[in-house]
């Protein structure tokens, strides 16, 4: 079975992985130049001839003296041709042809050229003075886009593995070199051997690299395109879905419950490595949080000023293996319910199918009403909460009210205004960032034991009435609402009949009802998404997968 994990959980295993290596191995000076910013543009001819340009927004130190792009797995039909370099400068690199390796430095400035490596290429180019540099290099490789059988289509490693320095950031835009737009329903799209995703953008494919790229990662993008939409001018003997079959083997696109030698020899393995990497990560996560909750007192204001992302990217850093972003809608939704902007009312649902054939009479049942979200000062810098908003307006229709399942159906149906509203759910902190950031970390930490205490700390102390319902919407982020609602009423039972507001967000009922409409809405998106990305709709990369790629290789960067 397929195993797809969280951003935030990859982003962990890297910073265990990393403790690993500096604990056992000697500890070795890394070099200082860095590669901030990776984005290529790939535009399509109609023979099926890529013209790219690479843009490399970097830090140079004084150390190597060339930068390389490797190009390698080409058929003898592909070449690459027209190389030029630029600088941030405006300055045109001298192509010199055939590039001289060996030579130093100083020669090698303002000068471009290839080395011709069997079936491949090295693009390269002079380092020139240290510092922060910009470089621009475009090039044509020939014949990427091939005609096949029943579809024209490639399988590419744009970006190689193991560049030296790798990518913070890593991005591939795809178009035509004509201007026209990819159209959408003729183009099925794929990609590999990174963390992040492929989707549309404009009428272009865009695959973006979240976390970067390290190690033994690469880009892969595959694209199918339907016969006439292009004019590839070399023609396979095979049919497309062959090369898709052999890049699927390994991903997770690939179908679920096939098990090979290899994926069995893999478990084994883990299964041996499982204890003494579970052990070191849960100590070193255990380390951290005793330093964070070290002589914990309560904290009665609100963690980083309301902003429930920030304080729920705190819990999520300090847990093992787990993220959680049920809590954070769920909190979310409380907070819309608290600020009138959802509200649960009765209204009358018309029957369907066979009881409206029989004339079965109207129920009254509780829904969830939409209304306008007003412009608070307290929720001007919460665009997650906006997004949310968004989609409930949209998802309720004219009425602005939410009928069963109209939720989950709007979701299914429009992924793609969903997804930013996920991907903001979803940004991350570290474990090492939050140890920067002690004062706001132990303030979370402070309040969750504020709230776990809530009886003990109100005897003590006077009751802060006007933050009760910020307080319950922490619980609920928190996940012990139930007990605080308890607590609650037990040292001010009158408040419920007080404020409004909170008799909605105290009613258990009510939240419940919100709160599993909400949640079985973005179920039914991720399950949507998954489905879509195997079919090459868009949607996560996967990092296994992609055999049979042409271009890429191994190596690159600064030597």
Not at 151 to 175: C, H, L, Q, R, W
Request: with cysteine.
């Amino acid at each position: 079975m397929d195993m797809k994990y969280s951003p935030q959980f990859k982003v962990k295993v890297r910073w265990f992985l990393l403790f690993c290596l500096f604990t056992f191995l000697p500890f070795s000076a890394s070099a200082t130049s860095s590669l901030h910013n990776l984005d290529i543009t790939v535009l399509l001819d109609d023979n099926g001839d890529a013209y790219i340009t690479e843009v490399r927004r970097m830090t140079i130190d004084d150390k190597g003296t060339e930068l390389y792009i490797v190009i390698g797995n080409l058929d003898d039909d592909s070449r690459v041709e027209k190389l030029k370099v630029s600088d941030e400068m405006g300055v045109n690199f001298r192509n010199i042809g055939k590039w001289e390796v060996k030579f130093d430095r100083q020669w090698k400035t303002y000068k471009c050229g290839i080395v011709e490596k069997g079936n491949g290429y090295e693009l390269c180019w002079g380092l020139g003075d240290a510092g922060e540099r910009t470089y621009t290099t475009s090039y044509v490789i020939t014949n990427v886009v091939r005609a096949y059988q029943d579809y024209d289509g490639f399988n590419f490693m744009f970006v190689a593995s193991d560049i030296k320095p790798s990518p913070e950031k890593a991005t591939i835009t795809i178009g035509r070199k004509d201007g026209k737009p990819l159209p959408q329903e003729a183009t099925k799209m794929w990609a590999f051997r990174y963390h992040g995703d492929i989707n549309w953008v404009d009428g272009q494919v865009v695959a973006h690299a979240d976390e970067g790229l390290s190690g033994d990662e690469g880009m892969i993008v595959m694209l199918r395109f339907d016969k006439d939409m292009l004019h590839p001018a070399v023609s396979k003997s095979d049919k497309f879905d062959t090369l898709k079959d052999k890049a699927f083997e390994g991903s997770y696109y690939e179908n679920v419950g096939k098990l090979d030698f290899k994926s069995i020899l893999v478990i084994i393995c883990f299964c041996f490595l499982l204890p003494l990497v579970f052990g070191l990560y849960v100590g070193y996560v255990f380390l951290k949080k005793r330093k964070a909750t070290r002589d914990m007192t309560w904290y009665r204001d609100l963690p980083f000023k309301g902003d429930l992302m920030k304080t729920n990217q705190v819990m999520n850093a300090y847990r093992y293996f787990t993220c959680d972003y049920k809590n954070l809608i769920s909190a979310l939704v409380l907070r819309l319910l608290s600020i009138g902007a959802l509200r649960i009312e009765e209204h009358d649902v018309q029957p369907t199918g066979l009881k409206k054939v029989l004339g079965a009479s109207p129920k009254r049942m509780k829904l969830i009403a939409i209304y306008p979200l007003i412009d608070r000062p307290d929720i001007k810098n919460m665009p997650l909460l906006k997004r949310l908003h968004a989609i409930f307006m949209k998802a309720s229709g004219d009425d602005a009210i939410l009928q069963p399942d109209e939720l989950t159906q709007w979701m299914r149906h429009h992924t793609s205004e969903v997804e930013p509203f996920v991907k903001s759910l979803r940004q991350s902190r570290s474990i090492s960032s939050c140890d920067k950031d002690l004062d706001n970390t132990r303030s979370v930490f402070g309040m969750k034991k504020f709230l776990e205490d809530f009886t003990l700390a109100n005897e003590r102390h006077a009751s802060e009435l006007g933050l009760w319902k910020d307080y319950l919407i922490y619980a609920e982020l928190f996940g012990i609402a139930k007990q605080v609602r308890k607590d609650m009423m037990r040292v001010n039972p009158e408040y419920l009949s007080m404020d409004e507001a909170f008799r909605q967000i105290a009613d258990e009922d009510s939240t419940y009802l919100l709160t599993a409409y909400t949640l079985s809405g973005f179920h039914q998106y991720e399950k949507t998404m998954a489905a879509e990305a195997a079919k090459g709709s868009g949607g996560s990369a996967s990092f296994g997968g992609g055999g049979g790629f042409s271009g890429g290789g191994s190596g690159g960067g600064i030597r």
